[in-house]
Each structure stands twice: as C-alpha cells, then as structure tokens.
C-alpha cells in the first residue's frame, strides 16, 4: 500500500516537473485549460449512485411464431426411438406465442454470480429454466456452478433457443436430451493454462429428467464429464470442438402407446442410459468482423448405449431384458450474405441402429409391432433451411422451411414465420 | 539431464515471464499498455482494427488468453459488454474481475462526451455511460496513461520506478506531439464531415471539426438505402468536405455516398493497426491527421 502511494505521488509530482522543461510549457497549460473546459461543457455529472444502481441486469426475450405444417403437430412423434417427454413437437400450426423468457443477472458479490431463467409459457406457466450461482473467486482456472443450469455437454445445449440458427432442435437434441438437459446439480470446470482454450468439466445432478427419471434416491442419478479444445486459425476462423459423456439410472421411464391392434399399453425402461456427443462448431468471417458476412458451421454427433429391462403392461405386465445402441447427428450452416440477412440450411438424420428386446426374441407374447417407436427399424431425417432478417442487434424475423421425415412414411411439410425481440440489458452471446 | 535443465533456465529468462500479463481489449489500449510496460509486460491484444469493436465474440482463444491474465485493459462504457462479461466469469481467473487491481476500464479516469439524457433502444444502440470510443481525444490518452501506469505499479510493485519512468517519458513525447498535431491540424477547424457511426466524435471535438451526419441511421444499425437518400438531399443543402469512415467499417455505403455528393471518401485509422502508419497511438494520430488535411485543402 505505501509502495502504491509513493508511486502515484511519484507519477504526480514528476509530470509537471516534466512540463517544467518544456519551453512552450505554459501556452501548453492554457490550451489543455481551455480544452479542458471545453470538455467540461460537453460532459455531464456523473449519475447519482442510489440502491436502485445494484439492480441486476434484466433482459425479456419475446418470441412467437406462425406455422403451417401438413401433418398434425399435436401428433408429432419420432419412430424407432422412445418418446423423451419433452418438448419435441413442431411449431404448432397457426399463430402460436413461444416462450418469453425473463433472465435476471448480476454479480452477487465479490465471490459470486448469479443468473435466472424464466420461461414464461404460452400455457401460462412458469418453468424454471436455469437459477444458478456461479463462483468467480475459485482461481486456479476453476469455476464452479451450482442450481439448475444448462449442461455444458454438447455445443447447442448451452446456448439459449433465443439465440439459435434455426427455430427448433436438432432431431439427436429431440430423442437423446428431449430437446435440452438442464438438470439440478453441481459442475465444476477447470480452464487449463494454455493459449489453446482447453477446458474439462464434471457435473453432478439429480437426474430429473430425460434420458434420467425423476426419484426420490440418495445421490445423484446422472452425472457427466465433457472437455472442449478451442483457438483461432488466422484471423478469420475460430472454432471449438468437444467430446462429452452422459450417463443417467432411469427408472421406470415410462410412455403409453398402442399395440398393434390399437390397445393401450405402458412402456418403461429402468436401467443405465450412456450417452456420448462429438460437437464442433467453427465461425469464420472476413479478417474476423462479422459485421458484413459471415458464416457458421457446426455439427453434432451422438451415441446413447441404454441396457436394463423393459416392462410391457397391456393389463399383464411383462419384463424382459431390453438393450438399444443408437445413434444420431446434425450439420448445419449459417451465412450471412449481407448485414441484417443470414441464410440456412441445417440436415439431421437418426440411425436407429440395434435394439435387443428380450420380450420380443423369449417368445413372450408381444411381437415387435408391437413397440411401435422402440422397434420401428426406420431412420428418421430432416432437411431445413432458413432465412433471417435482424433489423437490429436486438430483434429478427425468421422463415423456416422443413421437410421432416420423423414418422416412418411420412413426410411432414412444415413452414414456420418466427420472430424474436430481446428488450432491456445487452445480453452477451456465447460463442 | 543438462539439456533440460539449460532449457529450463533459457524458458525462465525469456520474454515469455516477463512480470505482467496483460489481455488488451482493444488494438489502441494494447498499444498504450505496451508502451508503458516494455520489455516488462507481454500484451496480446483480442482485436484487430478491422474488427468492429461492438461486435466481438468471446471466442475460445480470448477465454484462453484471460486465464492466464494479470490485467485486463478495456475501453469500458459498454463497449465490450456484448462479449467481456462472458469471457471474464468463463476465464476462472479471479485476478482480473470486475472491481479487482486485475479490471482496468478507460472510460473510468477518461472524460465521456454524448452521455444521453434518456437511454432508450429506440434510439439504436446507445451507451448509457456515453460515447466509449474516447481513444482519439489526446488528452483521454494521457489521463488512461497516467492511471494505467498506476495500475501497474500496483500490480507489480517491484519494477514500479521502471513503469514511472515509460509514463514519464510517455507523457512528455504525448505532450509534445499534441502540440505539433493542433498546429498542423489548424486548417481542420470548421471542417464539415459526414462519419459512419459515432465513433470519431472525439477527434471531431478535439480537433473542432463539425459531424453533419452519420451512415448509420441510428447508432449500431446498418446504413440502409432510404437514409443514405435523406442524407445525400440533406448534403445539398449542408454541403460537407469529406465522407469518413472507420477501417473496420464497410466501405460501400461511404463510396457511394461520396460519389453521388462528388466528395473524397476517406478511410481513417481508428486505432492502430488500422492503416499501415499507424504502427503505434503516435502513428494513429499523425496518420489520421495527415488523412483529414489532405482533403481539407
């Protein structure tokens, strides 16, 4: 502290001496005067600090959309793979609000910071989308989070529905994370010292929903571990790649459906869901300013190993061991041509790769029609494109075209008019 | 054994210890921070000066750079704020947070202009705190400079008199070097210029020139083609000297305004590296001025 004082008094004392020498150091003085008061005019007085400068930062995102699709929306469903219970379906078909989400945020104190995310639904409800504290102090490159957040594995799980390219989720998103994970939980990351950005982290949570059910279990029901490596190639690219690992203990993760006669019967897994994703993402644009053209490029590849048993209830419950090894991946880009207008186009394909069903091979009963989404051999895909317009930073009009071949046969046409305002704070956007 | 214990020893002595790590956000700061640390600082700076300063990203590489950071130098103002509240909480490098000796903002010891009376998107992409891009007001730079350097003593107590002594010399070469630009940039006085976004308002003031409009229809938004009309009927009523545009700007908007008014179209430094005199903030200075008085005459 004295060390300070001597060299701020040092730095004060030595620069008029420096003057000093300067023959022309008094018209200097006078000029600086003159041009001091000049600034003085333009400048205002700084504003008053009262309890309302520690309000957080609030920012409101309004979102809707107006859709027509040929096939029903409220019918959505995606074969060969079990229905995740999330929110999965297409736009709903006409003018339909999506989700105003509130985000609330600031430094808690030197320590801490903390962030909401509200979701306000078209339902009238509230859903609760990320409420977490985050620890700025840990030092050491570590930093740890604690709530409900969105899990860092994968790239489009972290990033707000806001602030993606196209209007909704990847088909691998849908049927592997039920559109997204964010769990209750810890997660610590480390940030290793290098200048190649290379970070690790782990989370630990509850498991409290898909692909995890919710229980009443001591301990955590999911956890994962993921590590992302990122840098710059020249000036104009930057990019990120990542591998993460998720593994979930579902029990009686149930859905109903019908047989093949049409009867009502309840499906439920229990067992272990693994679940791997390879992501990356790379954004170029000229000499780095993205302010004119630029252009994005990312994909994701996912792999889920689930082994456990099944139980088929049509008024008899049977259980038989149940094994699946399924795949999934998305690649899509954004260019933007011109400022304001970005184009599209976004490809996603599922395999529904291998499923062992033991009531079905032990000759129970049940012949594997009558799994209709766990058994259906079919892969599913889904050509988008899209055109955006964002007159400004803070608001953008979307039209999105898909072609979805989700369910065995059928192709759903889909148009969707999307808009998107954010108001309040200038939310800063992850890369 | 000996190799690496030579190796060792080479890796120790070299540049890359040297005392104070410093993330620069902004060619300009990066460049005042290398000034006043020398051999004793090792600077990298997150932007070029054809990046738009607004429209950063907080890419993999600067969260890598401000883990390791001793200080952070920024413009502040909510100029980084689409990009460096991110990068500092993703950073896990306590040092350099908000209100830490590691988080230096210009814009706290400089002197804001265009500070709005209302803030309101409507009006495009305003700064509450006032216009942050306060670099091209010379006397900006001596105060940054004086409390930058500061700064470092604070960090790094033990070469305090190395870093007193590069402000002093860096003041007294600043000083007299804003002399001799307000003499040679005397015939700029009056001067009437069509800019493309708010970010030369200093300069304008400094120097007395005059902003008669601007490319932007409002602050952070792109020109668009009914603006560019209203201001071309507008400069035949107010005629101006020169359309002038930022490096980082696009240049089709300025050109073809320029040439439907039969101005010159000039294209400015705006910070170092922005044109290739600008090596330093001297460089930038006499480059600019050099660039405004050529189509003065």
Redesign the interface.
């Known amino acids: 502290m004295v060390?300070?004082w001597?060299?701020?008094a040092?730095?004060a004392a030595?620069?008029p001496q420096?003057?000093a020498q300067?023959a022309?150091a008094q018209?200097?003085r006078e000029?600086?005067r003159q041009?001091?008061q000049?600034?003085?005019a333009?400048?205002?007085r700084p504003r008053q600090a009262s309890e309302n400068a520690f309000n957080p930062s609030i920012s409101l995102i309004l979102q809707g959309t107006a859709a027509r699709s040929s096939q029903d929306p409220a019918a959505y469903r995606i074969d060969g793979f079990a229905p995740s219970g999330g929110e999965v379906s297409p736009a709903a078909r006409s003018f339909s609000l999506g989700e105003s989400e509130l985000v609330v945020a600031a430094?808690i104190d030197?320590y801490f910071?903390g962030q909401l995310v509200a979701a306000l639904t078209p339902e009238n409800a509230v859903e609760v989308e990320e409420a977490f504290f985050?620890t700025?102090?840990?030092?050491?490159?570590?930093?740890l989070k604690g709530g409900r957040f969105l899990s860092g594995i994968g790239y489009l799980n972290e990033i707000h529905q806001h602030a993606w390219d196209f209007q909704d989720a990847p088909l691998p998103y849908k049927v592997f994370l039920g559109g997204r994970f964010n769990d209750d939980g810890v997660q610590l990351?480390?940030?290793?010292?290098?200048?190649?950005?290379?970070e690790f982290g782990a989370e630990l949570g509850r498991g409290r929903a898909f692909p995890s059910t919710e229980s009443s279990r001591n301990g955590a029901g999911a956890w994962s571990l993921f590590t992302?490596?990122?840098?710059?190639l020249g000036?104009s690219t930057?990019?990120?790649a990542g591998l993460s690992y998720l593994q979930t203990k579902p029990e009686d993760r149930a859905f109903e459906d019908t047989d093949s006669l049409g009867n009502p019967v309840s499906q439920s897994f229990s067992g272990t869901s693994k679940l791997w994703i390879a992501d990356f993402v790379l954004?170029w644009a000229p000499?780095?300013?993205?302010?004119?053209t630029n252009f994005k490029l990312q994909g994701e590849y996912f792999r889920r190993n689930e082994s456990g048993s099944l139980t088929y209830d049509d008024g008899t419950a049977l259980s038989g061991v149940y094994a699946s090894r399924q795949s999934g991946w998305y690649l899509q880009g954004a260019y933007q041509f011109m400022?304001?207008w970005r184009a599209g186009v976004r490809y996603d394909r599922l395999d529904h790769g291998t499923v062992d069903n033991a009531i079905v091979t032990g000759g129970l009963g049940p012949s594997a029609a009558d799994f209709g989404p766990l058994m259906t051999a079919y892969n599913p895909t889904r050509s988008t494109v899209m055109l955006d317009w964002s007159?400004?930073?803070?608001s953008r009009l979307r039209l999105q075209l898909a072609s979805d071949k989700s369910r065995a046969g059928v192709t759903d046409n889909q148009v969707v008019l999307q808009y998107i305002f954010s108001?309040g704070a200038?939310g800063?956007?992850?890369? | 054994m000996r190799l690496i214990i030579a190796l060792a020893l080479a890796s120790a002595c070299g540049p890359a210890l040297a005392a104070l790590d410093i993330f620069a956000c902004t060619p300009e700061w990066g460049s005042l921070a290398q000034e006043l640390g020398g051999d004793k600082a090792s600077v990298y700076t997150a932007?070029?000066a054809?990046?738009?300063p607004h429209?950063v990203?907080?890419?993999?590489?600067l969260?890598?750079?401000a883990?390791?950071a001793d200080l952070v130098v920024c413009a502040g103002a909510?100029l980084e704020?689409?990009?460096?509240?991110?990068v500092l909480?993703?950073?896990?490098?306590?040092?350099i947070?908000?209100?830490?000796p590691g988080y230096f903002e210009a814009a706290s010891v400089a002197?804001?202009?265009d500070?709005p009376?209302r803030v309101d998107?409507a009006m495009?992409?305003v700064h509450a705190a006032?216009n942050p891009h306060l670099h091209l007001?010379p006397?900006n730079i001596s105060r940054v400079a004086?409390a930058l350097?500061?700064r470092m003593?604070?960090l790094d107590?033990k070469d305090?008199s190395y870093?007193?002594d590069r402000?002093?010399g860096f003041?007294?070469r600043w000083?007299?070097a804003t002399?001799r630009w307000?003499r040679e940039a005397a015939p700029l006085r009056g001067l009437p210029l069509v800019v493309y976004h708010r970010d030369l308002s200093y300069l304008i003031?400094?120097l007395g020139m005059r902003e008669i409009g601007t490319l932007e229809p409002?602050p952070?938004?792109?020109p668009s083609t009914a603006h560019l009309a209203e201001l071309l009927a507008a400069l035949q009523r107010t005629p101006a000297k020169a359309v002038v545009r930022s490096a980082?700007?696009?240049p089709r908007a300025a050109d073809w305004l320029a040439q439907q008014a039969k101005l010159p179209s000039v294209a400015l430094p705006f910070t170092v590296g922005g044109t290739a005199r600008a090596t330093d903030l001297f460089g930038l200075y006499d480059d600019t001025i050099a660039r405004l008085l050529a189509v003065a005459k």
């Open positions: 060390r300070k001597f060299c701020v040092a730095l030595a620069v420096a003057h300067d022309e018209k200097l000029e600086l041009m001091q000049r600034v003085d333009l400048e205002q430094n030197p910071r985050q700025l102090a840990l030092g050491n490159g570590f930093t990351r480390w940030l290793a010292p290098t200048d190649l950005f290379l992302h490596a990122g840098g710059d000036v930057a990019w990120r954004k000499d780095g300013n993205a302010t004119v400022p304001r007159p400004s930073e803070f108001l200038h800063a956007h992850k890369f | 932007t070029t054809l990046q738009d429209r990203e907080a890419r993999p590489s969260i890598a750079r883990r390791r909510e704020v689409g990009w460096l509240p991110l909480t993703q950073s896990g490098n306590p040092k947070q908000l209100g830490r002197r804001l202009i500070v009376v998107r495009g992409d006032g007001d006397q004086k350097a500061a003593c604070d107590a305090a870093y007193i402000e002093l003041q007294k000083h007299e002399a307000e003031a400094w409002k952070g938004l792109p980082y700007q696009d």
